[in-house]
């Protein structure tokens, strides 16, 4: 099946990672808003229902007939567990986890819990009226995203605050006393960890990494693999931790899908190692091995902004704003 197509859900600003998978294989961006960019770096872009329509899986059911889809790769958050359920009905060749760990790692608390329940490291977190051992801590959405609403508090009286200021269920959790790090990490269709490539949080715009280093630590690479197997994760996968000067390491969050900084780990792999080329393999049906910690450590990156022209149609009209065309060459 050497013409085998992905199909990219919610595709948003996302035009790296479009782009990646379209040197490899044919790709269909499906979003429901006209003018999300990145559909433009597709070879077919097609507007679809919002992910909560009943007709949203019909429609993405019929794109891959239509074009012959062999892996289906959320680029946000919001359908994953919409994909899993039609996963496991076989409606859909979805690279996602099973329904339960979808849901679970959806919502922070309950991932928190999961993780807690396989020996996984997590902060301290408690539901809003519940002790806190100690502060400060972090008043968080249990469903946000982008950073959105997260807030430090120094004590009880600005914690309870934040939990009544948030306009949406929160938690709260411990204050990680320690750097922040990512580990961007692929697992293949039997949930197995193919790689798990470790980044610094140089700077972060709205909870998306901008500027960030691949390290070699074999405890982040480590953790990154137990994390990804244990909770049988398909395909991509960014975890979130923290290394707290007490305590040690914390995983703060679990996203089952590429994260905001995906130049690490596609700078980061070895020649025809790249992420979207190991999942256009195997929609191809190829099994790859495990190369858990096999990258190039020590390249940093720095990511910036680009636009495009769209006529009254709403077609890329080919100019730029400098010429020619397109984000010049670094000097």
Not at 21 to 33: E, G, K, L, N, R
């Amino acid at each position: 099946m050497d013409d085998v197509a992905v199909l990219l859900t919610g595709v948003g600003k996302r035009y790296d990672i479009v782009s990646a998978f379209a040197q490899h294989s044919t790709v269909i961006a499906a979003d429901p808003s006209p003018l999300a960019p990145a559909q433009y770096a597709a070879h077919h872009r097609r507007a679809v229902p919002r992910i909560t329509d009943p007709g949203y899986v019909p429609a993405l059911r019929e794109l891959c007939g239509e074009f012959g889809v062999g892996a289906v790769v959320p680029l946000t958050d919001l359908d994953i567990e919409v994909l899993a359920h039609a996963r496991a009905a076989g409606e859909l060749p979805a690279f996602v986890p099973d329904p339960e760990i979808a849901r679970a790692t959806y919502d922070k608390y309950e991932a928190h819990l999961l993780l807690e329940r396989l020996g996984l490291p997590s902060p301290p977190t408690v539901l809003p009226g519940e002790p806190v051992s100690s502060y400060p801590v972090m008043v968080k959405p249990r469903q946000g995203s982008g950073a959105r609403s997260i807030h430090r508090a120094a004590d009880e009286r600005a914690a309870a605050f934040f939990v009544d200021y948030v306009e949406e269920p929160a938690m709260v959790q411990r204050w990680m006393d320690g750097p922040e790090f990512s580990i961007d990490c692929l697992s293949d269709l039997r949930g197995r960890c193919l790689n798990a490539i470790p980044r610094t949080m140089i700077e972060s715009r709205g909870g998306e990494s901008i500027k960030g280093t691949v390290i070699a630590d074999q405890e982040l690479t480590e953790l990154g693999r137990r994390v990804v197997q244990e909770l049988g994760v398909r395909g991509p996968c960014t975890i979130q931790v923290f290394r707290d000067r007490q305590i040690g390491l914390g995983i703060t969050d679990v996203n089952t899908r590429f994260g905001g900084a995906f130049p690490g780990p596609m700078y980061a792999a070895r020649p025809g190692r790249t992420y979207p080329e190991l999942i256009v393999r195997m929609a191809r049906g190829e099994e790859i091995e495990p190369h858990v910690g096999e990258f190039r450590a020590g390249i940093t990156f720095t990511r910036y902004y680009w636009q495009l022209e769209l006529d009254e149609s709403m077609e890329p009209t080919g100019r730029d704003i400098v010429e020619p065309p397109g984000p010049p060459a670094p000097r």
